[in-house]
């Protein structure tokens, strides 16, 4: 199979015929052996009915149903896990992504020999202050901390080798970064194209606050599992030696102090150096231990199911 096209929704009942009829549209124009996978995160509306009646009228469509709403990272990874094309497109269901832009895509993976694409809405129709805004600060943080040189990280219209995605583990709302979990995964010819975005026809927005707000934490968690997801105790087990010796030091400095230097002295619970050094010898045995139970952690976690699939369209 040519082409597999992923596409994640919540409650997208109104534009889903308008959009399967474009994308059959450039498949069959180019004669591509293509299945699309709609992803339906756990919608209230007639989603799932929209996609029953178009897996019935056409067999290269695919549906997957959550039993409720976790997330679009959970969304892209059940869609993975699903698809069987050589080259795997995915984008959002909202028509904000142009079916239009997928011949190139595929062109860029299987002739120009791109392991990942993303698109880069260089024009945007969305609103300055609640996305936009959010998106620039994302994008310029994320180019900071994982040196991909990309403009729009969060793009829905991206194109993967099918090698990257069944290698990367999306989960929590890493979907924002699929670039850089493949970048950690050993991806590194990951490339970037302007791709036209339209403004939204119909529904509203899901972006919110909290979105900005996680997105920010992902990129973090993000940054610490490319530098030390594989060696925790290299970071907690370091911090903690530093602040154990350096606690230690001081204890030495009292005990001494009040030993040989100043035995009429004050007493040792009554200086500030005590509680510093008491402070900072406890904080080390705790980092030292955060670095130690990450590693048992590492060796010892079993695959959890994060999300539960009500029904499936083949």
Request: proline share 3%; hydrophobic share 40%.
């Amino acid at each position: 199979m040519d082409i597999s096209v992923v596409i994640p929704l919540l409650n997208e009942d109104e534009s889903l015929n308008e959009l399967y009829d474009w994308i059959a549209k450039v498949m069959q124009s180019n004669r591509y052996s293509y299945e699309i996978l709609f992803i339906d995160d756990g919608s209230t509306d007639n989603s799932w009915k929209v996609i029953e009646e178009l897996s019935k009228k056409d067999s290269n469509v695919v549906g997957i149903k959550f039993q409720h709403n976790f997330g679009k990272s959970q969304a892209l990874n059940a869609g993975f896990l699903a698809a069987k094309g050589d080259v795997i497109i995915t984008m959002d269901a909202d028509l904000q992504d142009s079916p239009d832009e997928i011949p190139e895509l595929y062109n860029l993976i299987v002739n120009e020999g791109f392991d990942l694409i993303s698109g880069w809405k260089k024009k945007r129709f969305d609103s300055k202050i609640r996305k936009n805004l959010p998106s620039k600060l994302f994008n310029a943080a994320a180019r900071k901390t994982s040196g991909l040189k990309l403009h729009d990280f969060n793009c829905g219209l991206k194109a993967y080798k099918k090698d990257v995605v069944k290698n990367i583990d999306v989960r929590g709302e890493m979907h924002r970064y699929i670039p850089v979990l493949a970048k950690n995964a050993g991806f590194t010819k990951i490339g970037e194209k302007v791709v036209v975005h339209q403004a939204r026809k119909y529904g509203i927005t899901k972006f919110g606050m909290d979105r900005f707000i996680n997105g920010f934490l992902d990129l973090i968690t993000i940054w610490f599992l490319s530098k030390f997801g594989k060696r925790p105790m290299h970071l907690f087990g370091l911090l903690g030696t530093i602040m154990f010796i350096i606690g230690f030091l001081f204890s030495l400095y009292l005990g001494v102090d009040k030993l040989l230097l100043n035995p009429t002295g004050r007493l040792i619970t009554e200086k500030p150096q005590f509680y510093l050094a008491l402070v900072t010898m406890i904080i080390g045995t705790q980092f030292f231990l955060a670095g130690f139970l990450g590693e048992i952690i590492l060796r010892t976690k079993s695959n959890e199911k994060r999300y539960t699939i009500a029904q499936k369209i083949n």
